[in-house]
């Protein structure tokens, strides 16, 4: 069982910055990748990005020079972090692990970008 628990969400003014981080408790497996996925009111869920254990990474093309993903293996942490963020960034972030026939969510930070 791997258990996630996100932090750092928060309001940020349109061009402001924030960083995700996603810690996971559990045996964390180096066939797994975690990323981070969002919700807005209305829309469906949506993937962002995502790191695999040996820090492959990938984007959605909307956040492509604005997000970063990183990872710490050894402090079983994944961090996003979101700078020149804008009012369609507004979501729930949610963390997902993925490994062969398992799957876990956590139960997702609220990032507003308001002025």
């Known amino acids: 069982q791997v258990q996630l628990v996100e932090s750092g969400g928060g309001l940020v003014q349109p061009g402001g910055s924030l960083r995700l981080s996603c810690k996971a408790s559990?045996?964390?497996?180096?066939?797994?990748?975690t990323a981070w996925y969002r919700q807005a009111p209305g829309n469906r869920r949506e993937w962002v990005a995502q790191?695999?254990?040996?820090?492959?990474?990938d984007y959605t093309e909307s956040v492509k020079g604005r997000f970063t993903i990183t990872r710490d293996n050894g402090a079983k942490t994944v961090d996003l972090q979101m700078n020149s963020l804008k009012p369609e960034d507004t979501a729930i972030y949610y963390c997902?692990?993925?490994?062969?026939?398992?799957?876990?969510w956590g139960q997702g930070t609220q990032v507003t970008v308001s002025s």
């Open positions: 997902n692990y993925r490994q062969p026939q398992y799957e876990s």
């Open positions: 559990g045996n964390i497996f180096s066939t797994s990748i």
């Open positions: 790191i695999s254990w040996y820090g492959f990474t």
